[in-house]
């Protein structure tokens, strides 16, 4: 699903995610406190077309301008916003979550975009019912691992024992050595990930392939080598977990780690649903 902006005047219509007629209790809110969202002056609302429910807010469409848009600390804590509320819908009722900032000019705009794509909405919570997102993120210590590539290849290890005791020639040595390294620990991750990937998507309804992100965004030392997506039935993710302590994929004390995130919303196995003209 794409955004959608609109700068006209009066309220906006944004649009959290579709969902079924079960999540109508938590968008009340125990004890009848609503739900609050992005803009938190207007609660969360719910507008039910045919079996499917849009969750929904009134926001002020000229706050969604270029420039807060562009702005870490405005954009944050509505993210979050968005992004909580969406978890909650996702405890009672499959969802397709869309992304931040989707804003429709009013309620009966809204309606004709759930009647166009009616058909894909509902097949898309078919799809969804019972499963949730996860991510594995794969990261390497570069040095750890290059030592332990270095003792774990015979050729390597032979020329590693037969390096000059010369100073000067033992350098010049090892420099000759380090493509071999090199080329040996990529080898040796690309296989590891791919392996990894083979047995986590047998538990899986269906993988992805995410970016890869730099250590600035990460904010961690070891470079990412692995970042995928897997959408995982409540009933399949015991076993999805136990593929990670493996130890024939943990491959602890070899520099490569993984991480298992979530469960988020299926942000990447939602069908693309274009909103045409909000």
């Not at 819908?89 to 009647?115: D, N, Q, T, Y």
Request: charged residues 25%; neutral net charge.
């Amino acid at each position: 699903m794409t955004d959608s902006h609109d700068g006209g005047s009066g309220p906006g219509i944004y649009l959290y995610c579709l969902a079924r007629p079960e999540c109508f209790p938590v968008v009340k809110g125990a004890a009848g406190q609503d739900l609050r969202g992005v803009d938190e002056r207007y609660p969360v609302a719910a507008l039910e077309e045919d079996g499917v429910v849009a969750v929904i807010g009134e926001v002020d469409p000229g706050e969604f301008c270029d420039r807060n848009l562009q702005t870490l600390s405005w954009v944050g804590p509505r993210a979050c916003r968005h992004e909580a509320v969406v978890e909650r819908i996702m405890g009672a009722s499959p969802v397709l979550p869309v992304k931040f900032g989707a804003i429709f000019r009013s309620r009966a705009r809204l309606r004709e975009f759930l009647g166009r794509h009616r058909e894909d909405i509902v097949r898309g919570l078919d799809d969804l019912r019972d499963k949730a997102e996860w991510s594995v993120k794969g990261y390497l210590d570069e040095e750890e691992a290059r030592r332990f590539t270095a003792a774990a290849d015979p050729a390597i290890r032979s020329r590693l024992a037969a390096l000059s005791q010369a100073p000067g020639a033992r350098y010049i040595q090892r420099k000759q050595l380090d493509p071999m390294i090199e080329a040996a620990l990529r080898a040796w991750v690309a296989q590891a990930t791919h392996d990894l990937h083979e047995v986590l998507t047998l538990h899986a309804a269906a993988s992805t392939e995410l970016r890869r992100h730099a250590g600035a965004v990460t904010g961690r030392p070891e470079r990412m080598v692995f970042n995928r997506g897997f959408l995982v039935t409540h009933a399949a993710l015991p076993d999805f977990r136990a593929v990670l302590s493996d130890p024939r994929h943990a491959h602890k004390g070899t520099g490569l780690t993984f991480e298992l995130r979530g469960p988020w919303p299926p942000y990447n196995f939602c069908p693309t649903l274009s909103e045409g003209d909000p």
